[in-house]
């Protein structure tokens, strides 16, 4: 079956496990800019479409063009990856499974949590599935985002979410003592999950930062399509 297949072959259930990305409250994927970090975040996304499930992309960074874009280019490399699909079977699939896929364009001005929560609200008001994941690109992490947080963490906590964050780090400071960059470190007792992907060659390295057993494991990823060798 293609979405099984699919879901196999993902680097996120290679490295993390499909089903391990949703349990918790928290999750990061940090790097420095322009590595890879919403690239791999839509393959987290697509984990839960491929399972029939709802995923809300909030992005600060990117507009709902671009959102949907990276959408379909990431569906087209994991099918790509697992060797010859009918194309006419994987079209079929992508418009079943995309209409799941909410995505949200906000600013830095713009972005404002009593709205994610009246909008998850109008779900349980219109009797319709919560989504089971919430991504949000484009949070300053450089900044005290502190109330934010508390903010995102009730969210979580009352609509049973778990949020995935993307957090940009800097080539130019030094990791924390417990190999954490600052980001992370500043905000380390909320996150259950975290991974770091970082430059090595003309590869990428994915660390586990954060997974309970599966802390430090590494997987080397191929820059432009996000798949693992």
């Known amino acids: 079956m ?3 297949d699919l879901i196999l072959r993902s680097p ?4 993390m496990g499909h089903e391990n990305v949703i349990q918790g409250k928290f999750g990061a994927v940090l790097s420095r800019a322009g590595v890879g970090k919403t690239g791999f975040l839509v393959q987290i996304a697509l984990t839960r479409l491929l399972k029939d499930e709802k995923v809300l992309h909030i992005s ?7 959102i949907n874009l990276r959408y379909l280019e990431g569906y087209n490399n994991l099918v790509d990856s697992i060797g010859y699909v009918d194309p006419q079977k994987a079209l079929r699939l992508w418009e079943d499974i995309k209409t799941n896929k909410i995505g949200i364009s906000y600013n830095e001005s713009t972005f404002d949590t009593i709205k994610i929560n009246d909008y998850l609200k109008s779900f349980k008001k219109a009797d319709l599935d919560l989504p089971s994941m919430m991504i949000i690109d484009g949070l300053d992490f450089d900044k005290d985002i502190t109330l934010v947080l508390d903010e995102l963490q009730s969210i979580q906590a009352e609509f049973n979410i778990f949020i995935w964050f993307a957090m940009k780090s800097h080539r130019e400071e030094a990791l924390c ?3 954490y960059p600052v980001q992370l470190e500043n905000h380390k007792d909320r996150f259950d999950k975290a991974l770091f992907l970082q430059p090595i060659e003309n590869k990428i390295e994915a660390v586990v930062l954060k997974d309970g057993d599966r802390t430090d494991q590494r997987h080397m990823l191929e820059p432009s399509t996000m798949m693992c060798y």
Not at 12 to 15: A, F, P, Q
């Open 2 to 4: 293609l979405k099984q």
């Open 12 to 15: 996120v259930n290679i490295i």
């Open 60 to 66: 600060l960074d990117d507009n709902m063009e671009k």
């Open 177 to 179: 003592e417990d190999g």
